[in-house]
Nanobody
Framework: QVQLVESGGGLVQAGGSLRLSCAAS????????MGWFRQAPGKEREIVAA????????YYADSVKGRFTISRDNAKNTVYLQMINLKPEDTAVYYC?????????????????WGQGTQVTVSS
C-alpha cells in the first residue's frame, strides 16, 4: 500500500508560480510511474503531467507545456510539479497519483494510488 500526500497548493495571482510536492510512503516508490492530475468544478479529472520511474521520460498536457515541469527525487520519495505563469484556467484541485509500473501513463485508470488533493486557485 502506498500513501500519497500533496502539499504546496494555495491562492496565487495570474502570472505567479507555485510548486506542488507529493510525498509517498513505501519502499517501491522508485519503481512507480507518477502523475499529476487536476479536476475543476463540474469537469472530469484530467492529466497534467506524468513521469517515468527514473524521471527520464515525461509527458505534459498541451495546456501546460512550457509552463509546468514535473520531476521526482527517488531518494526522498517525492514528486514535484513546478508551475509558472499560472492562469485562472489552471484553478483546480491537483492530485498526485502512482502507477505500479515503470512507464508514463496519461489516463486515470492506469493509476493505482491517489492522494487527497491540494487546491490551486489562480485569481485574475
Amino acid at each position: 500500500q502506498v500513501q500519497l500526500v500533496e502539499s504546496g497548493g494555495g491562492l496565487v495571482q495570474a502570472g505567479g508560480s507555485l510548486r506542488l510536492s507529493c510525498a509517498a510512503s513505501g519502499r517501491a516508490f522508485s519503481s512507480y510511474g507518477m502523475g499529476w492530475f487536476r479536476q475543476a468544478p463540474g469537469k472530469e479529472r484530467e492529466i497534467v503531467a506524468a513521469v517515468s520511474w527514473s524521471g527520464g521520460t515525461t509527458y505534459y498536457a498541451d495546456s501546460v507545456k512550457g509552463r509546468f515541469t514535473i520531476s521526482r527525487d527517488n531518494a526522498k520519495n517525492t514528486v514535484y510539479l513546478q508551475m509558472i505563469n499560472l492562469k485562472p484556467e489552471d484553478t483546480a484541485v491537483y492530485y498526485c497519483a502512482a502507477a505500479r509500473s515503470y512507464g508514463v501513463f496519461t489516463i486515470v485508470d492506469a493509476y493505482d494510488y491517489w492522494g487527497q488533493g491540494t487546491q490551486v486557485t489562480v485569481s485574475s
